[in-house]
Nanobody, 115 residues
Framework: QVQFVESGGGLVQPGGSRRLSCAAS????????MSWFRQAPGKEREMVAA????????NYADSVKGRFTISRDNAKNTLYLQLNSLKPEDTAVYYC????????WGQGTQVIVSS
């Protein structure tokens, strides 16, 4: 059974940082390209970052490029997203999932950027 458990969200001030984690299970994590997605209130879910199997290749949405960093630890079946220089428009629920063939979604972790 596929499971994603996202954590690390919370309330953060503009300009602040946060590190999100995603514990994955139920599939071969090390053989799966992964992504972080987010869904802001009233908007569709969008992909913000992606990473290759071994972590050597990453891609980012223009809106987060230079501020967010995706990484993975295949030994721990865990995906990370470092969020820096946060803006109010980064407020959203953040999810992880496979990049190319979506699996069951987790509950996500909410990030609220507000002063």
């Amino acid at each position: 059974q596929v499971q994603f458990v996202e954590s690390g969200g919370g309330l953060v001030q503009p300009g602040g940082s946060r590190r999100l984690s995603c514990a994955a299970s139920g599939f071969t994590f090390k053989s799966t390209a992964m992504s972080w997605f987010r869904q802001a209130p009233g908007k569709e879910r969008e992909m913000v970052a992606a990473i290759s199997l071994g972590g050597g290749s990453t891609n980012y949405a223009d809106s987060v490029k230079g501020r967010f960093t995706i990484s993975r630890d295949n030994a721990k079946n865990t995906l990370y997203l470092q969020l820096n220089s946060l803006k109010p428009e980064d407020t959203a629920v953040y999810y992880c999932n496979a990049r190319f063939q979506l699996l069951d979604w987790g509950q996500g972790t909410q990030v609220i950027v507000s002063s």
